[in-house]
């Protein structure tokens, strides 16, 4: 589907461990390492690190490196000076960067529509004409998807509503967000809304429900005006300038009812084709010049109209690196001139990196979120490992289907067979080359990618792209990270801030 560049050699195993190392210190903390990019990164599971010279690190390969020396001292804080490990910290760290694996699902998407008033280059999901009522969730379904939701075990629930386009079943959507609540005055959990919508069939009264009840808004902006059009194909108009009017009178209500906008305004999603590539500057500037203050660059997944696209919109691996650390500069470089713009992906892995704290964003987690962090809820009640899963069921394989609401118990669903082989596949203790990568702390597996790509939901790392691009984005941070630049560090530190909405 994509050409793979050849891949460059992953870290040797810890098994394979360094002279002068005992089994006992190889078993009490000697650190994962890469040495691939002139300089080397230290990591333990609870996800510290440190990165070293060639000097340091055959200091400690050789069992050279003294405890109270400068090396000694910052490897003993970061709990990797072999056979010097405080066992039960380092413990207690890592159930602490795990902890969402302690509660059931939490993220459930909603899918209460397949119709879509725009056709895009790139859908994932496979959407349907405006005409084709077929595909629109029925209230009876709403009903027990919503039940089905509030039997998960998680503390808080998160009903996120996609499509097609979710407002043209606006019946299903209202619907859902009224009985939740209902349901949650008994239930007390916590309750949140979110809506992935083009914007388009959002008139003011809908506009107004939605504010009132929560549910915050997430759309679709590709870049400037000729970039967006031409990956957004919109039989209403011109989907730029539909989507920019509403985002600001949107945004312009969120102020005028004394909202910090910092927090509340409509976010913009970004998807990566091959007409992206060389815009980096243009990409970042529309959204700088838009007042959107965070850019997420995410490559393309290979399902929906995007796989039979593929060879218009597609690339390789090497040229969405390419396209993503020029961005990444550019981002770096309007930063250190005073504008305030983030980028997701790198804002996820950093803040695994230089926090106790671990995001929780469902591809990047071991196992990943499919089937024991989220599900995802087809129009017609089906019920599915995640959103991607059910994006391959509209492709014509159920592999990833998990049951159906109203009939299938929910103990059934959460401990699906289906569910125990993805947690396997996606646990990186368990995956050859990903057990001893010292980029294991702060990554993730996707079955589904894997199974899209390779016909197997275990996959082989060499083939994967979403690990070729993982380690290529990890490659970049760390490099930075080693350079040790205090203005960088800074918006770094200023991108893992959170601030609870």
């Known amino acids: ?3 793979r560049p050849a891949k460059e050699p992953v870290n040797k195993a810890l098994k394979d461990k360094p002279a002068g190392i005992c089994d006992e210190c190889v078993a009490e903390g000697f650190p994962a390492f890469r040495d691939a990019l002139g300089f080397f990164v230290l990591t333990n599971i609870a996800g510290k690190w440190l990165t070293v010279s060639r000097k340091d690190f055959d200091a400690l390969k050789a069992g050279k490196a003294k405890a109270n020396s400068a090396l000694g001292k910052k490897l003993r804080e970061r709990g990797m000076f072999p056979g010097r490990v405080d066992r039960e910290a380092l413990v207690a760290a890592y159930r602490e960067k795990n902890r969402h694996l302690f509660a059931g699902p939490n993220l459930h998407i909603v899918i209460v529509t397949l119709r879509c008033n725009q056709q895009c280059a790139y859908c994932h999901a496979s959407r349907r004409r405006m005409d084709e009522r077929r595909y629109d969730m029925t209230l009876d379904t709403a009903r027990k998807v919503a039940d089905t939701i509030f039997e998960t075990t998680s503390p808080s629930i998160t009903i996120e509503f996609q499509g097609g386009e979710p407002v043209a079943n ?27 919508t083009n914007l388009s069939l959002l008139d003011k009264a809908k506009t107004k429900f939605l504010l009132d009840n929560g549910v915050l808004l997430c759309t679709s902006l590709d870049g400037p005006a000729d970039l967006h059009r031409a990956n957004r194909t919109f039989s209403g108009g011109d989907s730029y300038d539909d989507t920019i009017r509403r985002m600001e009178r949107i945004n312009a209500e969120y102020k005028k009812r004394g909202y910090d906008t910092m927090l509340y305004h409509v976010d913009a999603l970004m998807t990566t084709t091959r007409a992206s590539l060389g815009r980096a500057r243009d990409i970042v500037d529309e959204y700088l010049s838009r007042g959107i203050k965070v850019l997420h660059l995410r490559p393309l997944n290979p399902m929906g109209f995007a796989q039979k696209t593929w060879q218009r919109i597609g690339y390789s691996d090497a040229e969405f690196l390419a396209f993503y650390r020029d961005t990444l500069d550019y981002v770096i470089e309007r930063n250190l001139k005073g504008d305030e713009i983030q980028e997701r992906m790198s804002a996820i892995f950093l803040t695994k990196i230089l926090t106790e704290r671990d ?21 017609d009640g089906m019920i599915f490992t995640c959103d991607e899963g059910r994006m391959v069921h509209q492709m014509g394989d159920d592999i990833f289907a998990l049951g159906k609401a109203g009939e299938t118990p929910y103990r059934e669903i959460v401990s699906h067979e289906t569910v125990k082989a993805i947690g396997v596949a996606s646990c990186l203790d368990c995956l050859p080359r990903c057990a001893e990568c010292a980029y294991r702390p702060y990554c993730g597996a996707c079955p589904v990618v894997n199974y899209m ?22 490659d970049y941070l760390f490099r930075r990270l080693h350079k040790a630049d205090k203005d960088v560090l800074n918006i770094f530190s200023k991108w893992v801030t959170f601030r609870q909405r």
């Open 359 to 379: 995001p929780n964003f469902l591809d990047l987690r071991s196992p990943c979120g499919a089937g024991i962090g989220q599900l995802a809820y087809n129009h």
């Open 1 to 3: 589907m994509t050409a």
């Open 453 to 474: 790509e390779q016909g197997d939901i275990f996959g082989q790392r060499a083939r994967s792209s979403r690990c070729a691009i993982y380690i290529g984005v990890l």
């Open 170 to 196: 606006w019946p299903a959507l209202k619907f859902i967000v009224e009985y939740a609540q209902k349901k949650n005055a008994t239930a007390g959990k916590q309750l949140n809304f979110s809506l992935v």
